[in-house]
C-alpha cells in the first residue's frame, strides 16, 4: 500500500502542488466525498450483477459473517505472533473475505439439501456465524477495540485524520544512539523509591540512561530540531487508498469478465453449457462483494455498507434495459449520493433546505427541547442520499416511474372509455332502439356510469370529431364511425 | 440405463415426499411430532432442575428474569416465524429488525427511554417498512429481495443518523438506548415481562382468531383473493404480527440476530411435520426451549452473551432437525439411497449385461470385466456376486456370461420396462387407474390382468 501511495504521490505533483494535495486532502469533505465515492462505485458495478441474479441480500449477510473472518483470522494471528495482532493487517481483511464466501458455499449447501428454501437458509448460515463471531469475542478477545460496535458503525468522517506521511525532501531519518553527542545521558537513582531514599543518601545506585534516544521519522527530527532543513511530506489518507485498490480491482474484474459475468448472469445455464463455469465467477462475484465490504468497514460500517451494494443498483434498474448503462447509472448514482450525501450530513440538502431550521421550528412548535444543531452521520446521510435519488427513480423514471404509469394508466381509461362508448352507439345507431338507447341524456343508464363521466366523455368526442348530437341523440360522425370499425377490425377480427 | 433413471428418481420423489397433507386424522407421523411436542416441553420443564443440578446454575433474579423472557420472545417468534418461512420471506426479519431503529429513534427523542413507546416506535418504522416493500414490489419490476434490501439499509441509515444526532447531545440520556439496539438480555426487567407477555398473547390471539385465513393465504393466496378473502387486509395484518414479534425479541436478540430467533425454530419445526398446526405449536416450544436454554447456557460462564447464546441453540437445533428428522433428514435420505443403492445393484448390473450381449449379437455374448466396472464403479464387484449367488451370471474365459436364468429374468425385466413405458404414454387414453410409477416393481402386481392384456396389445401396435 506504501508504494502505490508513493507512486500515485509522484504522479500527481507533477499536476498540483505539494501544499495542494495536503490541503486537498485535509479538508475532510474531500477526503470523505472521495471514499465515499469510491465505495459508491464499487458497490454499484458488483450489486448490478447481485441485483440481476436475485441475490441482493447476499451482500447483506456478507458483511455480517465478515466479523466471524475477522475474529477468526486474529485469533490465529494472535497465537502465531504470540501478542495482540494488529487489526489493520491485510490478513484480517482476507479472513473476513474467506468468510464471506464461505457464508455463500454453506447457503449453497444448506439449499441443495433440498429441505430449506433459498431465503431460509442465507437467514440460518449467516446468524449461526455471527453469533459465532459474537461469543468468540466476548469469550476471547480482550483489550483490543474489537465489537460489533467498531464494525458495525464506521465514520467517514474521520477518514482524513488516519494518514499515512510521505517524505519528499529533506528525508533524513535520524538515529540517536547513547553514543552520539546529541544524545541527553541522564543519571537516575534505580533504588531509591524502592528504600525510601533520597538520591544524596549513601546506598543510592545510579544508572545512566539516554533520554532522546531513538528512531525519528524526518517530521519528528525536524521538530526536535535535530535536522536543520524542513522535511516535505505528503499526507495521504490510508482509506483512500485501499478503496482506491478495491476500485481497480472491481474495475479490472467487471471489464475482464464482462462477457462472462452478463452470460452466467442472465442464462446460466447456457453459459454452463458453453463451458464457461458459471459457479466459478459466482463465487468470483462473491469474493469481491466480501472484499469491498470488508474494504468499507471502516469507513461506513458493515450495515450501512449494504447500502451501496443495493440502493444504486435499484434505482439505475428502474430506469434502463441495458447492461452497460445501468452498471453506468449505478455508480453514478452511488456517486452523486456520497457526494450530496456529506452536505446532508450537516442539515443542508442541496443548498435548498437547512435542517437546523426545521429543528428550530420544531421546537417552538411543540415546546420540545431539541438540540437546534443537525450534525449527524455522514455515511448514513450518504445512504439516505442515494435512497432519496432511488425514490426519485422510482417517481420519475420515463417508462417504470410511478408518474409515467399512472399517465398511461389514465390514458389506457380514457381510450377504453372513448371505445366503449363509440361501440355502444356504433351498435344502435339507425335501428329501431335509436331512440331508446342513443339519447344523449340517458346514456349513461345503459352504459352504467355516472352522468359526470358520461358528458366528460361525450364531450371528449365531440371535440375531437368523432360523435355529434343530433336532436339530443347522440350518432357518430363519419371520422367516428371509420374509426369504430377499424377498432374492430384490429382488435375484434375473430368476431 | 432404465432402471437407473428410476432409481435417482425415486431418491427425488423421497426428497420431495414432503407434501402438505390435507386430511385430518392421527397417523403414526403425527403421534410421532405430537410425541416430540411433549418431549421438548417436559425437556424444557426438567432444564431447570438439570441445569442445577449437573452446571451448577444458580437462579437470581437477573437470570429468571431473563430466562423466562427469552422464553416467552422464543414461543411468540417460534410461532410467528413459520409464516415468514412458508412464504419465502425469512429474511423479512433481519429486514425489520433494522428497519424499527429510526422509529426507536425518533420515539427516544421526544419520549425518552420509556419501553412501551420506543416498541411502539419501533412498530411503526417497521410497518411503514413493510409498506414500502409491498408498494415497490407492486408498482415496479424490482424484486422482493432488492426492496427488502433497500428497505434494510435506508431505513436503518436514518436510524443512524438519528442516533448519531441524539449522541451529540450533552446529556447522558442515551445510555441504555445502545444495549436496547445491539441486544442486551441483562437490561431486561420483571415490568419489561409483563409488557412481553401481554403484547405476545395479543398476538398469538389473533393468529388462533384468523388462522384459517392465515393458512390459506400462505398456501394459496389466489384462491384466497379468488374466494373474497381480503387479501391485502389479512396480509398486512399477518405482517404487523410478525413485526410485533421482532419489535418485541429486539432487546433479547438484538438487530442483527433477530432473524435467526425468527426463522430458525420454524425451519426445525418443518422438518417433522406437513401439518401447519403442528408446525406452529412445535416451532412455539422449540422457540421457547432455545430461549430459555440459551439463557441459562450463557449464565453457565462470565462473558457469554445471552442473545447469541440462544441463536446458537436454535439454529444447532434447526439442523440436528435437518440431519435427523424421520423420513426428511439428510441422515435418512443419505441411508435410503445407500440401501437402495445395495438392493438393486444386482438387478441393475443385469439389466445392462444384457443389453450389452444384446447390442453385441446375442444374449449369450461374454460381457468384459471393464464394461461394468466402467458403468457401475466399486458395486459393480458387489453386484456380480450378487447376480452369480442367484446363478444368473456365469464366468467364462474371464468374461461374464448370463445363464439361461438369467436371460430369462432379463427379458422378463425389459419387458416390464416396457410396459412401464407404454402404461406412461397411453395408460390414460387406455382408461387405466393412476399408480405410482415405480419402476422397479413388477406392473403385474399393480394392476388386474385384463388391464395388462390392454398394455400388451398397445406394446405389440407401436412395435409393429
Given amino acids: 500500500m506504501f508504494y502505490i501511495e508513493q507512486l500515485l504521490i509522484q504522479l500527481l505533483l507533477n499536476f498540483v502542488e505539494r501544499d495542494g494535495l495536503n490541503a486537498f486532502w485535509r479538508d475532510p469533505q474531500n477526503t470523505a466525498v472521495v471514499i465515499g465515492a469510491f465505495i459508491a462505485i464499487c458497490g454499484g458495478l458488483l450489486g448490478v450483477f447481485l441485483l440481476l441474479r436475485g441475490m441482493a441480500l447476499v451482500s447483506d449477510a456478507i458483511s455480517h459473517t465478515a466479523l466471524l473472518g475477522i475474529v477468526i483470522a486474529f485469533l490465529i494471528l494472535t497465537a502465531v505472533v504470540g501478542q495482540a495482532a494488529d487489526l489493520s493487517s491485510p490478513w484480517l481483511i482476507l479472513g473476513a473475505a474467506l468468510a464471506g464466501v464461505a457464508t455463500v458455499i454453506i447457503t449453497e449447501a444448506l439449499h441443495q439439501s433440498g429441505l430449506i428454501k433459498q431465503d431460509a437458509a442465507l437467514g440460518l448460515s449467516f446468524t449461526l456465524l455471527f453469533a459465532l463471531a459474537i461469543i468468540l469475542i466476548s469469550g476471547y478477545v480482550d483489550h483490543v477495540h474489537l465489537d460489533e460496535d467498531a464494525v458495525m458503525v464506521g465514520e467517514i468522517g474521520l477518514a482524513w485524520a488516519n494518514t499515512n506521511s510521505h517524505c519528499l525532501a529533506n528525508c533524513e531519518t535520524v538515529t540517536i544512539t547513547p553514543d552520539d553527542p546529541r544524545a541527553e545521558i541522564v543519571r537516575q537513582c534505580i533504588n531509591c523509591r524502592a528504600l525510601g531514599i533520597t538520591p544524596r543518601d549513601e546506598g543510592a545506585i545510579f544508572q545512566e540512561f539516554c533520554a532522546n534516544c531513538g528512531v525519528y521519522t524526518p517530521g519528528q527530527a525536524w521538530a526536535a530540531g535535530l535536522t536543520v532543513g524542513q522535511p516535505l511530506l505528503v499526507f495521504w489518507p490510508k482509506a483512500v487508498t485501499v478503496m482506491g485498490v478495491l476500485l481497480l480491482l472491481t474495475l479490472l474484474f467487471v471489464l475482464l469478465f464482462y462477457k462472462e459475468l452478463k452470460l452466467s448472469t442472465f442464462d446460466p445455464g447456457l453459459a454452463q453449457a458453453l463451458g464457461f463455469r458459471p459457479a466459478w465467477f459466482n463465487y468470483g462475484l462473491m469474493l469481491m462483494v466480501s472484499l469491498v465490504a470488508v474494504g468499507a468497514f471502516d469507513a461506513v460500517g458493515s450495515i450501512l455498507v449494504v447500502a451501496f451494494f443495493i440502493v444504486p443498483p435499484a434505482a439505475a434498474y428502474l430506469l434502463t434495459d441495458r447492461l452497460p448503462i445501468m452498471l453506468f447509472l449505478s455508480g453514478l448514482i452511488g456517486a452523486a449520493g456520497a457526494y450530496f450525501g456529506y452536505g446532508l450530513a450537516s442539515g443542508n440538502l442541496f443548498g435548498l433546505w437547512q435542517m437546523d431550521n426545521v429543528l428550530i421550528n420544531l421546537n417552538r412548535a411543540l415546546g420540545l427541547e431539541l438540540a437546534s444543531r443537525w450534525d449527524s452521520s455522514i455515511s448514513a446521510s450518504m445512504v439516505l442520499m442515494i435512497f432519496f435519488f432511488f425514490v426519485l427513480a422510482w417517481l420519475l423514471s420515463p417508462r417504470y416511474g410511478l408518474v409515467s404509469t399512472l399517465i398511461r394508466r389514465h390514458r389506457q381509461n380514457r381510450y377504453f372509455d372513448d371505445q366503449v362508448a363509440m361501440g355502444h352507439i356504433y351498435h344502435h345507431q339507425d335501428t329501431a332502439t335509436e331512440l331508446e338507447e342513443l339519447m344523449a341524456a340517458s346514456l349513461h343508464i345503459h352504459l352504467r356510469w355516472t352522468p359526470e363521466k358520461m358528458t366528460a366523455v361525450l364531450k371528449r368526442l365531440q371535440a375531437a370529431n368523432l360523435v355529434k348530437i343530433v336532436n339530443g341523440g347522440a350518432r357518430l360522425t363519419p371520422r367516428g364511425r371509420q374509426q369504430v370499425e377499424s377498432f374492430r377490425q384490429a382488435n375484434l377480427s375473430s368476431l | ?464
Fill in chain 2, 1 to 464: 440405463m432404465d432402471s437407473n433413471q428410476s432409481s435417482v428418481n425415486s431418491e427425488q420423489l423421497s426428497v420431495g415426499s414432503g407434501q402438505w397433507s390435507l386430511v385430518p386424522g392421527q397417523s403414526p407421523a403425527d403421534r410421532r411430532v405430537w410425541g416430540l411436542i411433549g418431549l421438548m416441553t417436559v425437556l424444557a420443564l426438567l432444564f431447570v432442575p438439570i441445569s442445577q443440578l449437573f452446571l451448577g446454575v444458580e437462579y437470581s433474579y437477573t437470570l429468571r428474569v431473563v430466562a423466562v423472557g427469552g422464553a416467552l420472545l422464543g414461543l411468540i417468534s417460534g410461532a410467528l416465524g413459520c409464516f415468514a418461512i412458508l412464504r419465502r420471506q425469512s429474511l423479512i426479519g433481519d429486514v425489520l429488525a433494522h428497519a424499527a431503529l429510526p422509529g426507536v429513534a425518533v420515539a427516544f427523542l421526544l419520549f425518552g427511554r420509556q419501553l412501551g413507546l420506543l416498541l411502539i416506535g419501533a412498530g411503526i418504522a417497521g410497518w411503514l417498512g413493510v409498506y414500502f416493500i409491498r408498494a415497490v414490489t407492486g408498482t415496479t419490476r424490482l424484486k422482493e429481495d432488492a426492496a427488502m434490501g433497500i428497505v434494510l439499509a435506508s431505513w436503518y441509515a436514518a436510524g443512524v443518523a438519528l442516533l448519531v444526532y441524539i449522541q451529540s447531545r450533552p446529556d447522558a440520556s442515551q445510555a441504555g438506548l445502545k444495549t436496547f439496539i445491539f441486544g442486551q438480555a441483562a437490561a431486561i426487567v420483571e415490568q419489561d415481562l409483563w409488557l412481553i407477555g401481554g403484547v405476545g398473547t395479543a398476538a398469538l390471539l389473533i393468529l388462533a382468531l384468523f388462522w384459517k385465513e392465515f393458512k390459506l393465504i400462505t398456501f394459496d393466496a389466489e384462491f384466497a383473493g379468488a374466494n373474497g378473502f381480503r387479501l391485502n387486509f389479512l396480509t398486512m395484518l399477518l405482517s404487523t404480527l410478525i413485526v410485533v414479534a421482532i419489535v418485541l425479541g429486539l432487546q433479547l436478540a438484538g438487530v442483527i440476530l433477530m432473524v435467526g430467533m425468527l426463522i430458525a425454530p420454524g425451519i426445525a419445526a418443518r422438518q417433522w411435520t406437513n401439518k401447519l398446526e403442528q408446525m406452529v405449536i412445535l416451532a412455539a416450544v422449540l422457540g421457547a426451549f432455545s430461549g430459555g436454554a440459551g439463557a441459562v447456557i450463557s449464565a453457565t460462564a462470565v462473558g457469554i452473551p445471552t442473545g447469541p447464546t440462544i441463536i446458537v441453540v436454535a439454529v444447532g437445533l434447526a439442523l440436528i432437525s435437518m440431519a435427523f428428522a424421520p423420513g426428511r433428514g439428510l441422515v435418512w435420505q443419505q441411508w435410503r439411497a445407500w440401501q437402495d443403492r445395495r438392493r438393486f445393484a444386482g438387478q441393475r448390473a443385469l439389466h445392462d449385461l444384457y443389453h450389452y450381449a444384446i447390442d453385441h449379437g446375442s444374449p449369450k455374448t461374454p460381457v468384459p470385466d471393464a464394461f461394468l466396472s466402467g458403468i457401475h464403479g466399486r458395486s459393480a464387484q458387489r453386484a456380480l456376486q450378487q447376480l452369480v449367488t442367484q446363478g444368473q451370471v456365469e464366468r467364462r474365459n474371464g468374461k461374464w456370461v448370463l445363464t439361461l436364468a438369467g436371460v430369462e429374468t432379463a427379458a422378463r425385466q425389459a419387458h416390464n420396462q416396457l410396459l412401464w413405458a407404454v402404461y406412461r404414454e397411453y395408460g390414460h387414453s387406455l382408461g387405466l387407474p393412476v399408480i405410482n410409477e415405480d419402476r422397479r416393481q413388477k406392473i403385474e402386481l399393480l394392476l388386474t390382468a385384463e388391464m395388462i392384456r390392454k398394455l400388451e396389445n398397445k406394446l405389440e401396435e407401436t412395435l409393429v
